[in-house]
């Protein structure tokens, strides 16, 4: 698997998004993916806040998150499947001031994207995948993660399958997407690198027309750290 980082201009606020992207990246081969970063898909939907009150912050957070615990740093909150700091709301590398808010209907605009990019370079397989990162409980740093993804499946299953040692697995499943996604981003940086693109090649990945929006989404009932967030008063966006 290859992964190339792509260096661009500064994208501008409402620019079209299609567009761009052709411009930097004038061809494109088959069963290869393109890598957004979330912030140039929000920009280009004009998800761009201006900051006049530090309180602006706050409510935008509450607003835009379906759960959010207040920490020590931030806001812990769960917005679109995902636990993240401040409802992806973030202030780096938003020109003029302000903040950028995490883009909306992520999977429809990966959808739509790849539909316009397919007919433009005329393949028959092509991925996107929408980026942000992301922590991990008692662990340094920020890693990327999927936020969408259009023209590949994001799961892989290997219930049923055999070990090295005939074995049958009954629960290893690889999530795809969030670890090209962890590529990437390392790829394509965090500050001032201004690659919010990058093209991956030769992706052992499974294309397809039809995306699952929700195969990699467990339930809360399920989910390992069920019980941490039940001993934490958490506060729900009131309707």
Same mark, same amino acid.
């Given at each position: 698997?290859?992964?190339? &980082? /792509?260096?661009? *201009? ?5 620019? &079209? ?14 069963? +290869? ?7 140039? /898909? ?21 607003? @835009?998150?379906? %759960?959010y615990? *207040?920490?020590?740093?931030?806001? #812990? ?13 973030? @202030? ?10 995490? &883009? ?7 959808? %739509?994207? *790849? ?8 393949l028959?397989?092509?991925?996107? #995948? ?15 993660v999927? #936020? ?7 799961? *892989?299953?290997?219930?049923?399958k ?14 795809? !997407?969030?670890?090209?996604? +962890?590529? !990437?981003?390392? !790829? ?11 093209? /991956? ?7 397809? !027309?039809?995306?699952n ?13 069920? &019980? ?12």
């Amino acid at each position: 698997m290859l992964i190339t &980082p /792509v260096k661009t *201009r500064i994208f501008k606020t409402s620019e &079209p998004l299609g567009e761009f992207i052709i411009s930097y990246l004038p061809k494109v081969e088959d069963k +290869s993916i393109i890598v957004i970063t979330s912030k140039i /898909v929000a920009l280009s939907q004009g998800r761009r806040v201006a900051l006049n009150n530090p309180k602006d912050k706050t409510k935008w957070i509450k607003q @835009e998150s379906e %759960q959010y615990i *207040r920490t020590r740093w931030c806001y #812990l909150t769960l917005k679109d499947g995902h636990w993240c700091a401040n409802a992806g709301i973030d @202030e780096s590398n938003a020109e003029g001031g302000g903040f950028i808010l995490w &883009p909306k209907d992520c999977y429809g605009t990966a959808k %739509q994207l *790849r539909l316009s990019l397919l007919k433009h370079y005329r393949l028959k397989n092509l991925g996107i #995948l929408i980026t942000d990162s992301r922590i991990f409980p008692l662990r340094a740093g920020v890693t990327g993660v999927a #936020l969408s993804y259009a023209g590949f499946r994001g799961l *892989r299953n290997y219930i049923g399958k055999k070990d090295l040692f005939g074995r049958k697995l009954k629960m290893t499943k690889t999530n795809v !997407a969030d670890s090209l996604a +962890s590529a !990437a981003v390392l !790829a394509m940086g965090e500050a001032a690198e201004t690659c919010p693109l990058a093209l /991956v090649t030769d992706a052992m990945v499974e294309f397809n !027309a039809h995306t699952n929006s929700r195969e990699l989404r467990i339930r809360f009932e399920d989910d390992l750290y069920r &019980p941490l967030f039940q001993q934490i008063p958490i506060r729900r966006k009131k309707k």
